[in-house]
């Protein structure tokens, strides 16, 4: 794309200029209070109590591979998480540590 002179190579130049604006303008009428972040995170899929049975569980045993966990959330629970972080997560709420191998 050839830039003509005197005018932007692109139309987005425009909205860095529109958000800082933006986000300016609410500061300015409602101070820094307004521009925390207003995410609350998700709801979880396991209750507390499920939670704590799925560490009583992995304790079980002293290795697992991470599909037995996988498995054993969806038949029991009908969970399943998006992300492998959540399951690492569980794993270390146990008291397990893995590697990938």
């Known amino acids: 794309m050839t830039a003509t002179p005197g005018k932007p190579k692109h139309r987005l130049s425009f909205y860095p200029y529109l958000f800082r604006t933006t986000w300016q303008g609410i500061y300015e009428q409602q101070g820094a209070k307004a521009l925390r972040m207003g995410y609350q995170g998700g709801a979880s899929y396991l209750t507390e109590a499920e939670q704590q049975a799925v560490l009583e569980w ?10 037995d966990l996988q498995r054993h959330l969806w038949q029991t629970y009908q969970v ?5 972080q959540s ?5 270390a709420g146990a008291g ?3 590697k990938k191998t």
């Open 80 to 84: 399943e998480f998006r992300s492998r």
């Open 58 to 67: 992995l304790q079980q045993k002293d290795y697992w591979h991470l599909e």
């Open 87 to 91: 399951y690492y997560d569980l794993m």
């Open 96 to 98: 397990l540590s893995w």
